[in-house]
């Protein structure tokens, strides 16, 4: 972008000079008398010269700073949003996958429905199953908007996703369990991107 930026700038300043040139030879051709297309008695710029190429100047600086700004606010944009959809997709496949093997009798989701409990399989003995450690999805950290994976148990905590601003779990059918996250992020230049997802996870268990 950048490149083009400064591409379309020596173009218009070419531009500019060319036009110039021109008027100035008709000038003084016709004003003048001096055929050659400059005046023999005349050295250097005058005021009024020197006052249009500043003129001149300045809006190129200012065309040039407005496309500058405008290029780095859409860059920050674009990864703000590149940061949050990986952080939503990651979080939503990391959650399906360990929910598709939950016990649908160990599965218990809060009042509030913001946090849910269950156990999936640790091991199978002559077709009975045993239960591994309960696990629990729930928000906090920073600033309240990670997605924490705890085993209750042992109390080990793992961050599955950042700039979570709302995360709701409902059981829709006896082995259907409904997800549905909200992620917001702001950009380096202030802009506030969101994005919704969600996923019903089928239980095998």
Known sequence: MNNKIIQGV?????????KYQSAKKIFAV?????????????????????????????VLLASVSAALTSGNRLWGISQAQTDISASARNALYRMAEELSQAGRNT????????????QTPASFTGGDISWGNQIQYSLGGLNGQQLLHTDLVTTDLEI????????????IAVDTIEIQLSISKQSVKGDILTMQLGSQIQMRN
């Open 10 to 18: 020596v173009f218009i300043c070419e531009l500019v000079i060319r």
């Open 30 to 58: 016709h004003i003048l008398g001096d055929s050659n297309g400059i005046s023999s008695n005349r050295h250097g710029f005058s005021l009024l010269e020197l006052m249009v190429s500043m003129s001149v100047l300045l």
């Open 107 to 118: 599965v218990n989701i809060s009042p509030g429905s913001d946090i849910i409990t269950f």
């Open 160 to 171: 599955w996703g950042n700039y979570i601003t709302l995360l709701r779990f409902n059981r």
